[in-house]
């Protein structure tokens, strides 16, 4: 079963608009992952927070966590058309060293 | 091309027929893990190995999945007897055994059963 939820499913945006993301998860983790994938492809790493981290940046990136609600944002600035792809979380829980990923979120960057 | 490699990238096979997918980590990666992936959902964990012994295992690995890491190098997936709910993309990943590196994943691997 998912441990995460992404809201939204589907996320349609303009060329140079921010696209947010979030997720909810479950359990207690030590740490977060967000990753990207083009549509067919494997997915790409885009960065991870532990869970005594409460912000991160990353280039356009910016990921937030918040363990008292169990909840991660992933904000994406100035977006462009190659931004368009589905985007992950991905959780590590204290119980086990694999990922449990959620459902997704597409995003549409239109030029 | 040091990332996670997998073969073959596609393969389709009639219904009751095996198939066999490898991945190749990146070399130095203790961890490797198999995941499962259908249209519109997110990755599901199948298994993992810490170099060659297999740690953990899911209940979707069904008595027709066998994975094996022999020497704790490369990886095969192994589908026996196929059925068409077993048509995914089938996604290969490695890291460093350290809880909170980053997991890198190959390509994955198509699977259609017809």
């Known amino acids: 079963s998912q441990q995460g939820e992404e809201d939204p499913q589907a996320l349609s945006i303009q060329e140079g608009e921010n696209a947010t993301m979030n997720c909810s998860y479950k359990?207690?983790?030590?740490?977060l992952q967000w990753y990207r994938q083009n549509s067919g492809r494997g997915l790409v790493h885009l960065i991870l927070i532990r869970s005594n981290e409460r912000e991160k940046h990353s280039g356009r990136l910016r990921v937030t966590l918040d363990t008292s609600k169990k909840s991660s944002s992933l904000l994406i600035t100035a977006s462009r058309a190659a931004d368009t792809a589905s985007y992950f979380c991905?959780?590590?829980?204290?119980?086990?060293?694999?990922?449990?990923f959620g459902e997704g979120t597409q995003l549409t960057v239109n030029p | 091309d040091t990332g996670v490699s997998q073969n073959p990238r596609h393969k389709i096979t009639k219904r009751g027929q095996n198939v066999t997918f490898r991945c190749d980590p990146i070399?130095?990666?203790?961890?490797l893990y198999w995941y499962r992936q259908t249209l519109g959902q997110g990755p599901e964990f199948l298994t993992y190995?810490?170099?060659?012994?297999?740690?953990?295992k899911s209940r979707l690995l069904s008595d027709r999945f066998s994975a094996e890491r022999p020497k704790g190098s490369f990886s095969t997936l192994e589908i026996q007897r196929t059925e068409q709910g077993d048509s995914a993309m089938y996604l290969c990943a490695s890291s460093l055994g350290i809880s909170g590196n980053t997991i890198y994943f190959g390509e994955g691997s198509w699977l259609t059963v017809v």
């Open positions: 991905a959780t590590e829980e204290t119980s086990g060293s694999r990922l449990t």
């Open positions: 070399s130095e990666h203790n961890r």
């Open positions: 190995f810490q170099n060659e012994a297999q740690l953990e």
């Open positions: 359990t207690s983790i030590n740490n």
